[in-house]
Each structure stands twice: as C-alpha cells, then as structure tokens.
C-alpha cells in the first residue's frame, strides 16, 4: 500500500480524492468509486500499489496506437479497480469486482474480502522490477492499461518515472477521466494516449458508463494541446450509440481538434451486462469509416475484424499506401523520417 499525494482533507477525516474527475469524498474506512482507493485513518491509499495483472508484452497496435512505434512491443499491466462502470466491459472482473465488496455490511468482511481479492488476482511487481521487465524483453515502451490507469496513478507515475530514465515510452488506454491535478502530473513523463470516446451523447455515459462526458471531451482536447500523442477509440454499440447524426458528431468533433488525430472504429461483441446485443457488422463499420473521412479526418481506422484496406495507413495527400497491416503483422514502407516517400508531406505520429 502507498500513502497518496492526489488529496484533499476535508471535516471529519473526510479525504477527497484528486485522481480522477470524480473528486471522491471518502469517509473513513470507504473506498471512492474506483473501489481500490481508501481512507485509512485520514491517510487515502492505493490499495493495489506494487499489485499488476497481467504484466504482459503487446503489439503496441493493440492498444490501438497505429502512428506510435509501429511494429514494437508494449509491456502492458493493470490493477484491480475502474472509475466507470460500462455494462460492456470486456474485462469487467478486473475493472468491476472491487466495487461488489463495497455493498457488504460487514465492515471488517468487506475489507477482508477486498483485500484478499486484490491479493489472489494480482502479481507482486515494484516500478522497479516493472521497467527491468520490459527492458529484458526489448519492448520499446510500457502500457498501463487493461483497467483505467487513473485508479492506479501513483503505482503509474512511479513506474513512468523510472521508464524515462531507462528511455522507455510511456501508453495510458484510459476512458479520458484524468482530473487536472493527475494530467499536470502525467504531462512530463506520457508520450502517448488512447482515449475512449463511448458516445457523444450524455445520457449515454449517465446511462449505460455511470460517468459524464465533459470531462472526456476536455481531455482529449487537452492531451492534445499538450504535445501528447492521442489516438481515440470508439466502440459501436448496435442500438446504443451508432446512429450516423451521433457519430457524424464525434468526427466533426475530432476534427475540430485535429485532422491529424487517429480515430479506431471497434466493433462489439457481446459481454458483461449487454450479451443480448448483436455484434456490430461489417458494413456498418465501414459506414463510419466513411463519415469519419467526410468530416476530414486524415486516419481513420476499423478495429476488432479482419480488413486490411481500412487497417493500413494512406498518405493524405498522395492516398498512396504507407503501412500495411495483417493483424499484429506491420509492415512500414512508405515512411522515411516522418514523411511520406511518394510525396514528402509529413506523417503525424511517433516513429522513432
């Protein structure tokens, strides 16, 4: 456990936590949202500080970062633990069961349950050991994700500043909820973030992610800002978020921050608490795709199926070919120091 810098203490050992835009008020004894993240005598502590699942290297195009490091490793971990609460979620017992415990009366049962719970699912791994790891097996960056890093942060930013120093890149994948006293602290040490945009709509994030959408807008726009490399991932829901008006709006959104800026089309497979929704198809993807590039976005990409057309990389410019992609498998042939070698117009992105 690790006592946290991220708070603010408030009349009757209440503690607010800073880490997210929740801004949790924590009583004593109660973990914020998250569910990993206690007061504890007036102290708030990560729970899982120095506790990663999985610790795993990853095509780095899985995170999905497609203009960053193309063809390289990731060494990816999580904690226990998640802001939101998307009834899709794809790893919904990592991000989702620390906040089952909370509903326990017992107050000693559901510390122990918790605690115990954090212990079995995890691996004992310091910032230290983390960023020898990644160094041994010759991944170029590390990635915190499979749950929100924000949960985590400090465990994060530990481990970001040791990775700097061994000239590691660092990855968030994050639902874009980093409150302003987390993006102050990561913006020195994050060379790259994929951000969820879930939906345009508010009452989509009220209804179905327990969360706002404010905040996600600003971060995306602030990361940005901040000489940040982002990419955005949008997962198309059947029925839920995939009307043409709302994902017009999400394109002319992006656009609006960037042109540059690339944006992932997924597709849904049923999980968690949405198993009766069918998988998106095909031809709607491609749909987006198409309203993506009609609003001026230069790279725009289709995630979670086989398609190699609208998986590779164009010049905007020349439209000729510059990266193939076959899965994991990457191929880079037209880009020569940031540049496209057909036409030279400059390719945004991280290549080295």
């Known amino acids: 456990m690790k006592k946290i810098s991220l708070v603010k203490k408030l009349k009757n050992d209440i503690l607010q936590c800073q880490a997210c835009s929740w801004y949790c008020k924590i009583p004593p004894g109660e973990t914020g949202i998250c569910g990993v993240r206690r ?54 017992f990592q991000s989702q069961s620390p ?31 983390i960023v020898s790891f990644a160094k041994s097996l010759n991944c170029r960056s590390i990635a915190y994700t499979y749950n929100e890093p924000t949960v985590f942060i400090e465990y994060a930013y530990d481990t970001m500043v040791l990775a700097k120093k061994a000239r590691l890149k660092n990855i968030f994948v994050s639902n874009g909820y980093e409150s302003n006293e987390t993006f102050f602290l990561l913006k020195d040490y994050l060379d790259a973030i994929n951000i969820d945009l879930k939906s345009f709509r508010p009452d989509f994030y009220q209804k179905i992610c327990k969360a706002k959408i404010a ?13 940040i490399w982002v990419e955005v991932t949008t997962l198309v829901i059947p029925g839920e978020n995939d009307s043409t008006s709302e994902l017009k709006d999400i394109a002319k959104f992006l656009a609006g921050v960037s042109k540059d800026m690339p944006w992932h089309i997924s597709a849904f497979h049923p999980d968690y608490k949405m198993i009766d929704r069918s998988r998106t198809s095909h031809e709607k993807l491609r749909e987006v795709h198409r309203i993506g590039k009609e609003a001026g976005l230069h790279y725009v990409y289709l995630g979670n199926v086989s398609d190699g057309d609208h998986t590779a990389t164009y010049c905007p410019n020349c439209q ?24 030279s117009t400059v390719i945004a992105g991280i290549w080295k």
Do not use: M
């Not at 089952?100 to 310091?126: C, M, P, Q, V, W």
């Not at 000729?320 to 057909?342: A, L, P, S, W």
């Open 215 to 227: 905040p996600v807008l600003d971060n995306i726009k602030k990361f940005w800002q901040a000489g």
């Open 39 to 92: 007061n504890i005598k007036g102290n708030l502590v990560l729970l899982p500080y120095g506790k990663a699942v999985g610790l795993s290297p990853d095509p780095v195009e899985k995170k999905p970062l497609f203009h960053f490091l193309p063809g390289t490793k990731a060494l990816s971990f999580g904690t226990l633990g998640c802001n939101f609460s998307c009834d899709f979620c794809q790893n919904w």
């Open 99 to 129: 906040k089952e415990t909370k509903k326990k009366d017992d107050f000693n049962k559901k510390h122990e349950e918790l605690d115990g719970l954090i212990e079995g699912y995890s691996r004992n791994a310091t910032p230290k050991e």
């Open 320 to 343: 000729n070919k510059i990266i193939n992609r076959d899965g994991y498998n990457v191929e880079v042939f037209g880009i020569t120091k940031g540049k496209c070698r057909f036409c």
